[in-house]
């Protein structure tokens, strides 16, 4: 079955940085892109950025472009998020998500349990 | 970007009943619309995806329509499990965006 583990979420200053995981298994990685979305406590949900399958096509939100880097590395199956320049404001759960295909005709079908950052000085 | 605006913001209803969440898109997004369902702690569910398509394993009281800017769920027979907050989202574009969630409450 379809399983996304987030990791390395964690409390962290303004200013610094943090790398999020997200681990895949039962399915075929390089077929598929991914998605990063986060939801800020009692908000709603932010979609962040996506890679295409094969990692040559990446996509940010203007919260985040220029300091958020998403990339993948297809024979550990796992997706990343290096975030850098932390604010307050990026303080959020974030979820790893898989792209049903069809550019984005399927909408995002799998979703992990989310790991929580949290910048706080 | 694409705003997407779903309305109610919040909804109360009962076991059994019929309820319909809208959600408007600023600009034409053909049918590519999806509906999430999140539960308290829990990651979002897909449910409905290109505006009226069924997700493998959702129950069949969840249905889905609209097209361009304007798109409906439907929920009847409102079930314990279904309070919760539902989101649109659109993916017409690179950037896609959610809407601002409805939650639905038991009455």
């Known amino acids: 079955q379809v399983q996304l583990v987030e990791s390395g979420g964690g409390v962290v200053q303004p200013g610094r940085s943090l790398r999020l995981s997200c681990a895949a298994s039962g399915f075929s990685f390089s077929e598929y892109a991914m998605h990063w979305v986060r939801q800020a406590p009692g908000k709603g949900l932010e979609w962040v950025a996506a890679?295409?399958?094969?990692?040559?096509?990446?996509d940010y939100a203007d919260s985040v472009k220029g300091r958020f880097t998403i990339s993948r590395d297809i024979s550990n199956n796992t997706v990343y998020l290096q975030m850098d320049s932390l604010r307050v404001e990026d303080t959020a759960m974030y979820y790893c998500?898989?792209?049903?295909?069809?550019?984005?005709?399927?909408?995002?079908?799998?979703w992990g349990q989310g790991t929580l950052v949290t910048v706080s000085s | 970007d694409i705003q997407m605006t779903q309305s109610p913001s919040s909804l109360s209803a009962s076991v059994g009943d019929r309820v319909t969440i809208t959600c408007r898109a600023s600009q034409n997004i053909n049918f590519y619309l999806h509906w999430y369902q999140q539960r308290p702690g829990k990651a979002p569910r897909l449910l409905i995806y290109?505006?009226?398509s069924l997700q493998s394993g959702v129950p069949s009281r969840f249905s889905g329509g609209g097209s361009g800017t304007d798109f409906t769920l439907t929920i009847n027979n409102l079930q314990p499990e279904d309070f919760a907050t539902y989101y649109c989202q659109q993916t017409h574009s690179i950037t896609q965006t959610f809407g601002q969630g409805t939650r639905l409450e038991i009455k």
């Open positions: 290109a505006a009226s």
């Open positions: 890679i295409s399958h094969d990692g040559s096509n990446k």
């Open positions: 998500a898989r792209d049903g295909g069809g550019n984005g005709w399927y909408g995002e079908d799998y």
